[in-house]
């Protein structure tokens, strides 16, 4: 298992050297969306209008931050449980999604999605939202407000730490279970 460091914007250059198992700490740009932000993006897929960000690239974080406190840019900011997104996961994938950061494993077609698109799946602790908090240095809504903390947001991270659920490979770290 290895310790490190990487940049968002750079995942492509990254992605091929982590495996299952590994832990990282991530910086830079990501964005949040859950349940219902992916139905609303599958709406806006389906009729042809405009996404709130561009998918090539991105990262998907399964997390709806609660308001900001204590000086932070959010509140608690865990992750949600990455099943409920397995039915939108491979097409997103499959239209330039990156890599999706969330908790627990993952579906036999997400796993396939990810090795077909050379994706990842990275995960969060669940249990520790403020600690995660901590690592979020800005916040803005892009899309949905009226979803509250369901809405797509950006957000800049620093030296957030995640560890590798699934490689590009299709190496899972939750083949055990």
Known sequence: MSDLTFRAES?????GLVRAGDRISLSGKIYTARDAAHKRIFAALESGDPLPFELKGAMIYYAGPTPAKNGL????????????MDRYTPRLMELGVAATIGKGPRSEEVR????RCGGLYLCAVGGAGALIARSIESVKVI?????GCESVKE???????????I???GESAFAEL
Do not use: Q
């Open 167 to 169: 490689d590009s490979r």
């Open 112 to 115: 396939e999605a990810i090795v």
């Open 155 to 165: 957000m800049s991270v620093r030296d957030l730490p995640l560890f590798v659920g």
């Open 11 to 15: 995942i492509n250059d990254w992605k």
């Open 143 to 147: 899309a949905y407000d009226e979803l």
């Open 73 to 84: 840019a959010v509140g608690s900011c865990g992750p949600t449980t990455s099943s409920r």
